[in-house]
T-cell receptor, first 118, second 114 residues
Framework: AQKVTQAQTEISVVEKEDVTLDCVYETRDTTYYLFWYKQPPSGELVFLIRRNSFDEQNEISGRYSWNFQKSTSSFNFTITASQVVDSAVYFCALSEARSGGGADGLTFGKGTHLIIQP | SAVISQKPSRDICQRGTSLTIQCQVDSQVTMMFWYRQQPGQSLTLIATANQGSEATYESGFVIDKFPISRPNLTFSTLTVSNMSPEDSSIYLC???????????FGSGTRLTVV
């Protein structure tokens, strides 16, 4: 069975600092998908990124970057020059491919509560 | 990506009663997923609902407690039956993404059982 571990329960940094959120996953499938979601205090889930298991390219989107390393089963998320608006709970999640197409439901990590202090 | 309308957005219910949550998607989707998020916790998959077949439940969730209907490719309901205070959670529906997209989630139903 798949598993996602986010060891950091809570991180608090001062605005403009860089911060990295760790995610380690376990799966027996060779084809799987990794995700990061943001859940601000308002409660909605905001999709940030999806990564396929066969695509190990790192990704940068503005102040956000993601480091996917299959060798260590990690998919870490870095926020550069953090801002107060980045304060939220961040979830890493995994789904496995279905035979015949599509994907299973998501397995979520426990989440990291990120607090950006002004 | 798909847009999901979920209702009710919140409800306060008496123990022993049942609540049905509805999710309407603006496009046809093969699979829909139902999740529970207990207070201060992560999301846990309850079941997968395919149109035209019985829902598939995850370990720890049973059909008698969480019956699901999937009458067509754009709609699904989750019922929380015989509720107790332990069922107080946010319930969310979700659909499978298109290529390159993330799973789309409904806005959630915040349920309080008293």
């Amino acid at each position: 069975a798949q598993k996602v571990t986010q060891a950091q329960t809570e991180i608090s940094v001062v605005e403009k600092e860089d911060v990295t959120l760790d995610c380690v996953y376990e799966t027996r499938d060779t084809t799987y998908y990794l995700f990061w979601y943001k859940q601000p205090p308002s409660g909605e889930l905001v999709f940030l990124i999806r990564r396929n298991s066969f695509d190990e390219q790192n990704e940068i989107s503005g102040r956000y970057s993601w480091n996917f390393q299959k060798s260590t089963s990690s998919f870490n998320f870095t926020i550069t020059a953090s801002q107060v608006v980045d304060s939220a709970v961040y979830f890493c999640a995994l789904s496995e491919a279905r035979s015949g197409g599509g994907a299973d439901g998501l397995t979520f990590g426990k989440g990291t509560h990120l607090i950006i202090q002004p | 990506s798909a847009v999901i309308s979920q209702k009710p957005s919140r409800d306060i219910c008496q123990r022993g009663t049942s609540l049905t949550i509805q999710c309407q998607v603006d496009s046809q989707v093969t699979m829909m997923f139902w999740y529970r998020q207990q207070p201060g916790q992560s999301l846990t998959l309850i079941a997968t609902a395919n149109q035209g077949s019985e829902a598939t439940y995850e370990s720890g969730f049973v059909i008698d407690k969480f019956p699901i209907s999937r009458p067509n490719l754009t709609f699904s309901t989750l019922t929380v039956s015989n509720m107790s205070p332990e069922d107080s959670s946010i319930y969310l529906c979700s659909v499978v993404p298109g290529q390159g997209y993330g799973y789309t989630f409904g806005s959630g139903t915040r349920l309080t059982v008293v």
